[in-house]
């Protein structure tokens, strides 16, 4: 059972970086495409990014150019950089995993969940 654990989540003003991480356990990360998601308060949980196993990265579009994720599979970790944060950034963010090869981002897809962090940009 692969169990995943998120961190690096915090307040930090517009304009600021963070840097998540998500920590697998239980399985060999390079098995695994691994998406971040988030959801604000009141709003749908939308996909932000995924890594696939193959090594493919995709975005959401409103973050393209301002996050960046990476993984490192010997470190069974996967990064989400985040630069430039705006208000609407304001979320609850979450890494997913599924087995395989999975480029997309519906939550429904994904097996594995972690318990999520919580990312506030406010002046």
């Known amino acids: 059972q692969l169990q995943l654990v998120e961190s690096g989540g915090g307040l930090v003003q517009p304009g600021g970086s963070l840097r998540l991480s998500c920590v697998a356990s239980?399985?060999?990360?390079?098995?695994?495409?691994i998406g971040w998601f988030r959801q604000a308060p009141g709003k749908e949980r939308e996909g932000v990014s995924i890594?696939?196993?193959?090594?493919?990265?995709n975005y959401l579009d409103s973050v393209k150019g301002r996050f960046t994720i990476s993984r490192d599979n010997a470190k069974s970790t996967v990064y989400l950089q985040m630069n430039s944060l705006k208000p609407e950034d304001t979320a609850v963010y979450y890494c997913?995993?599924?087995?395989?090869?999975?480029?997309?981002?519906?939550?429904?897809?994904?097996?594995?969940w972690g318990q999520g962090t919580q990312v506030t940009v406010s002046s």
């Open positions: 997913a995993a599924v087995r395989g090869w999975y480029g997309g981002l519906i939550g429904k897809s994904y097996d594995y």
């Open positions: 239980g399985g060999t990360l390079a098995a695994y495409s």
């Open positions: 890594s696939t196993s193959v090594g493919y990265t």
